[in-house]
Nanobody, 122 residues
Framework: QVQLVESGGGLVQPGGSLRLSCAAS????????MGWYRQAPGKQRELVAT???????NDADPVKGRFTISRDNAKNTVYLQMNSLKPEDTAVYYC????????????????WGQGTQVTVGS
């Protein structure tokens, strides 16, 4: 019913920048929170950043001051602007959305994107 499609990953040099995007489509009434998570080889999946419908953001300590999360409600899209990238940022990045599918419903559903690879290296 709901699909999240990610784009923007790739290979970048240390100190470079990338912008990830994630567009939600399908049977959506509204989207509450959206966010980005990442998982590096041999490590646990970790929170990168989240943003609520009220535009309140929360960034994980390793990315504070370097990454910026934003959203375009009209397009049901969340972005992650990544600057000053470091090799330790290398990971698969996953988009997440908390979705209401009916007007008046208080039930929220969690959806995940397929993941996009970000590799930082010389």
């Amino acid at each position: 019913q709901v699909q999240l499609v990610e784009s923007g990953g790739g290979l970048v040099q240390p100190g470079g920048s990338l912008r990830l995007s994630c567009a939600a489509s399908g049977s959506i009434f509204s989207i509450d929170a959206m966010g980005w998570y990442r998982q590096a080889p041999g490590k646990q999946r970790e929170l990168v950043a989240t943003i609520t419908s009220a535009n309140i953001t929360n960034d994980a300590d390793p990315v504070k001051g370097r990454f910026t999360i934003s959203r375009d409600n009209a397009k049901n899209t969340v972005y992650l602007q990544m600057n000053s990238l470091k090799p330790e940022d290398t990971a698969v990045y996953y988009c997440h959305a908390k979705v209401s599918v009916r007007r008046g419903s208080r039930t929220l559903y969690n959806y995940w994107g397929q993941g996009t690879q970000v590799t930082v290296g010389s």
